[in-house]
């Protein structure tokens, strides 16, 4: 990726830092960073395949849009290509976790299909991109919830 797309990548995360280690995590394949592009990059969402929040099932995290490009849709279709993603690699599961205080992103996973299956204690860590030190760690009460991508798929062919 060069430094224009991690520039456009960083305006969707919380800091230029967590960008990096978002794109270096994928380099490494422990993850996938899915981008939405209309006009410039719009959106982001990632997969992490392990050591997300509800083992054994990946966890998406970071879903992001830009304020101006919200409400069309986009977010919807970073969702649905994490979840094919998933699909592609034969996972049938796919958890994420949201801070009980965020109603509106509740309901935005609700109306894709996922439910709330439990309380969190989401433990975090930033780390500096060239060293890998530590800058900071805290903890956030979330929910996890999970989407059975099996069942969709059950669904979905039985359509006429």
């Not at 958890?95 to 509106?104: E, H, K, P, Q």
Request: with cysteine.
């Amino acid at each position: 990726m060069s430094r224009p797309d991690l520039d456009s990548v960083s305006a969707l995360t919380p800091t230029r830092d967590v960008a990096e280690v978002r794109l270096q995590a994928a380099e490494r394949g422990a993850e996938d960073m899915l981008v939405a592009v209309v006009d410039g990059v719009v959106g982001a969402v990632s997969v992490r395949w392990q050591h997300g929040c509800d083992t054994p099932n990946p966890w998406l995290y970071g879903l992001a849009v830009l304020a101006p490009a919200r409400r069309h849709g986009i977010g919807r279709a970073l969702v649905a290509a994490a979840e094919a993603a998933c699909t592609a690699r034969g996972v049938h599961t796919i958890s994420l976790d949201v801070d009980t205080d965020n109603l509106g992103a509740i309901a935005f996973y609700r109306k894709l299909g996922y439910e709330s299956v439990r309380p969190h204690e989401h433990r975090w860590r930033s780390f500096d991109p060239r060293t890998g030190a530590v800058t900071g760690e805290g903890t956030a009460s979330t929910w996890i919830m999970r989407a059975d991508l099996g069942r969709r798929a059950v669904t979905s062919s039985r359509r006429p």
